[in-house]
């Protein structure tokens, strides 16, 4: 039986419920490029200054593109929780909603600029524990310049890669040593260093 690629699918939506905006985001993006939506909730729709002088082709595609925007705006309202619903419902089109939400949870420039300097703090103070694996280490020290990166901070991969080789244990010294002699630092990747560690 074909399907129809327009039909609304039911996915499981990620709920937003205040926290982690930047993760719900990322997964709403994908589902909305996925419905062929994003362009729409992202750019809005330029409604017609006066529909009634417009062709009966330009009429017909701007109702595709309202009933689009609606079905984005559907998808916002039912990701999000209850509370959160009450502060979008006014939201006349999907842009709208979620440019309220990215204004609120995301920040503002002020808001940025902290974010930026406690991050990178963070990452200058990072160091491995003890009783960590590498693994374990990898993905909580990747996680700083992902959300420096996310944040607007352009943080090369081989500042990164410098700075996880730096605050290894010392069990790691002699894998550090035969990394930065065997390795051109510049061009390793992040993918790379956690194979070779």
């Not at 205040?18 to 996925?34: D, P, T, V």
């Not at 909730?41 to 009966?56: A, F, M, R, T, W």
């Not at 943080?155 to 051109?184: G, H, M, Q």
Request: glycine share 2%; with cysteine.
């Amino acid at each position: 039986m074909a399907t129809n690629p327009n039909t609304l699918v039911n996915p499981q939506l990620p709920k937003f419920n205040g926290k982690n905006y930047h993760h719900w985001s990322i997964q709403m993006k994908f589902l909305y490029e996925a419905q062929d939506l994003w362009d729409i909730v992202k750019y809005g729709i330029d409604k017609p200054h006066n529909l009634d002088d417009q062709s009966e082709e330009e009429k017909a595609e701007f109702k595709v593109l309202k009933k689009k925007d609606r079905k984005a705006l559907y998808l916002i309202y039912q990701a999000v929780d209850e509370i959160i619903f009450e502060r979008i419902s006014s939201s006349n089109s999907a842009q709208e909603a979620r440019n309220m939400l990215y204004k609120t949870y995301l920040g503002e420039d002020k808001v940025k600029i902290v974010k930026l300097q406690t991050l990178r703090c963070e990452f200058d103070a990072l160091r491995m524990k003890d009783s960590e694996t590498i693994e374990e280490f990898y993905n909580r020290a990747i996680i700083i310049p992902n959300q420096l990166r996310i944040n607007g901070e352009n943080i090369e991969d081989t500042r990164v890669v410098e700075n996880i080789l730096r605050i290894l244990t010392r069990k790691f010294e002699y894998i550090v040593v035969a990394i930065e002699e065997s390795k051109d630092l510049t061009t390793l990747s992040l993918e790379s260093l956690l194979g070779t560690l």
